[in-house]
């Protein structure tokens, strides 16, 4: 690009690729998210690492693989070690800087074997995921019989009770609840209420304060040495609790919901990894369409209410020109099913799980023929790091990443040798699911390869695979997976699964330039092993190993 921009990498939790205007949704409006999408490049086709948040944030922030960094679900810390997007900017004079949600358990045991403290400008920013945290809040303030799910002191909380809002978790009893008939809490944790406002003024609920931290953020910033920055500003919403304040819990009704995707047949002889997932706690729930109703239309307020914070958002930038000096990335860490294929939340690799939005707006005259254009490509998240990396005038070191860089789809370009089909990993250890299926943790391990053509998913444990055919069933409701007409379709796509696990993904000191560059060099440096005789080698390469013997010694 022909000068450095600042990145504003925005992130929302648990946005479906398909729930907004610009990507086909009838009846929930995005206008202005559509307005980034015809100022940008939208890829239709990019899949996130891992369907959980924890383990698909840290493909995002690492630009690798679960399998690679090792931070395969939520809580499991990221090691120390593994380089993330502010090590990699900062080589190249940018700070990244956090606004919002990163889910990053900090490996606390590593940081004390290395003598790192969470006070220090390292130690915290290992603690933060690499991120110089401006302010950060993973929206998790859940507190239940054996504690609370996340231990942090909590901004959004103190910011509720400097505004006037009571109790000691205001997340909950106000952002996240709503009131009965009887005047009594109805939390949102409780499907029933979803149709219910929340409790709360519009103006302080949770995306309407995010937004008005990067606007600070940004007037801060205005009044520094003019560093340039990539800003992660994480969205915690529209992931559940399911409820939304007013006006918008009463925008969306069963009048505007697109119909379910699921059938009969889905339950009927399932996979059986399919069925623990199918039946578990969340997807029963969801398996009543009373229950979807009232989720979906919070579901789609909480969107709603999030595109009218990007239209604040957006104004802001035009109206300080920031918006012609800042490259805006937006995109979701993954689905949610809402009920499709009998299923809740995410877990598995549907479309609606895994596929995510992603839209890339560069004000730089380069990218000017491709402005409202849509990208098919088979595109990964770990694409977003070397991504960053070029833009902000790097070159990616690919001996760390395992993504590449998007940068020239953007110029209207199609890197040569681009990936034929995208990888998802899921390790469902901790879950109930893998106790239900009576596997060890080894083995409740799942891959999703998808290509043009198929989607297909392998689980370890014995367990037979999934297949769909994406041409005749994009919808994804009949499994081949066990159908003796696939077998040759299988065993290509265990090919190309094994042809991803042969990838070197451990190996991140040295790059293959490097390497190439020391080939036959040793000899130079006094290792000739091989030497049948001194006639035999370049007389230079063994001089120093010539002459007459020395004799004296003690």
């Known amino acids: 690009m ?31 998210i559509d307005w980034l999408a015809s100022q940008g490049v939208s890829f239709s086709r990019c899949y996130v690492q891992s369907p959980v948040c924890g383990a698909s944030r840290m493909s995002f922030y690492t630009g690798r693989y679960i399998s690679s960094h090792g931070s395969t679900w939520n809580g499991i810390p990221l090691k120390v070690g593994e380089m993330t997007l502010g090590d990699h900017l900062r080589d190249q004079g940018m700070d990244s800087v956090l ?26 920013r290992v603690s933060e995921c690499g991120f110089d945290a401006y302010i950060r809040d993973d929206g998790l303030w859940g507190v239940g019989p054996d504690g609370a799910y996340d231990r942090k002191p909590s901004p959004y909380n103190a910011f509720l009770n400097e505004a006037g809002y009571d109790g000691d978790n205001p997340w909950h009893d106000y952002a996240n609840s709503g009131i009965d008939d009887d005047g009594n809490m109805a939390s949102g944790w409780v499907y029933s209420n979803a149709c219910k406002p929340a409790n709360i003024r519009e103006e302080d609920s ?5 937004t ?65 997932f199918a039946n578990n706690v969340i997807g029963t729930a969801f398996h009543k369409d009373e229950v979807r109703n009232a989720a979906l239309g919070a579901y789609m307020g909480l969107i709603k209410q999030i ?85 902000a005038g790097g070159v990616p070191r690919y001996e760390i990443f395992e993504g590449r860089s998007l940068a020239p789809f953007l110029r209207g370009d199609t890197p040569d040798g681009w990936r034929n ?69 299988v065993n290509s796509c265990y090919d190309k ?28 440096r006094g290792i000739v092993l091989g030497v049948t005789d001194e006639d035999s080698v370049d007389a230079e390469l063994i001089a120093g190993y ?8 003690i």
Not at 101 to 124: N, W
Not at 248 to 269: C, I
Not at 509 to 524: A, E, F, I, P, W
């Open 2 to 32: 022909t000068s450095r921009k600042n990145i504003l990498f925005i992130m929302f939790d648990q946005l479906r690729f398909d729930y907004l205007s610009c990507a086909g949704h009838p009846h929930l409006h995005t206008p202005n």
């Open 99 to 124: 606004i919002g949600k990163t889910h990053m358990q900090v490996d606390a045991e590593g940081m004390e074997r290395l003598g790192l403290t969470p006070d220090s400008i390292i130690g915290a």
């Open 206 to 210: 949770e995306t309407p304060w995010l």
């Open 212 to 276: 008005r931290q990067m606007i600070r953020f940004l007037a801060d910033r205005k009044e520094t040495d003019g560093r340039p920055w990539l800003c992660h500003l994480s969205y915690i919403k529209p992931h559940w609790p399911y409820i939304v304040p007013a006006p918008y819990h009463e925008m969306y009704g069963p009048n505007s919901f697109t119909p379910v995707v699921r059938h009969p047949d889905e339950l009927s002889d399932p996979n059986p990894v399919y069925a623990a």
């Open 307 to 391: 595109d009218d914070q990007m239209g604040v958002l957006f104004d802001y930038l035009k109206s300080t020109g920031e918006m012609e000096n800042t490259i805006i990335v937006l995109t979701s860490d993954h689905g949610d099913y809402m009920g499709d294929h009998w299923m809740g939340e995410k877990d598995l690799f549907h479309d609606p799980s895994v596929k995510v939005p992603l839209i890339i707006y560069d004000p730089s005259s380069e990218a000017d023929a491709t402005r409202g254009t849509v990208c098919d490509a088979l595109v990964e998240a770990i694409d977003l790091a070397p991504t960053f990396v070029e833009m």
């Open 421 to 489: 089909f995208a990888i998802s990993e899921y390790d469902y250890s901790i879950t109930p699911m893998s106790a239900r299926l009576g596997v060890a943790p080894k083995d409740a391990r799942l891959f999703m390869v998808c290509d043009d053509r198929w989607k297909f998913m392998h689980a370890e444990g014995g367990f037979p695979p999934m297949l769909f055919d994406l041409h005749n069933d994009p919808q994804e409701l009949v499994d081949l997976g066990r159908n003796s007409d696939y077998e040759a379709i």
């Open 497 to 524: 699964l094994f042809e991803w696990s042969r990838r070197v993904s451990q190996r991140t000191t040295v790059s293959d330039q490097q390497l190439m560059d020391r080939r036959g060099k040793t000899r130079r």
């Open 546 to 553: 010539r002459g007459k013997a020395r004799q004296k010694h």
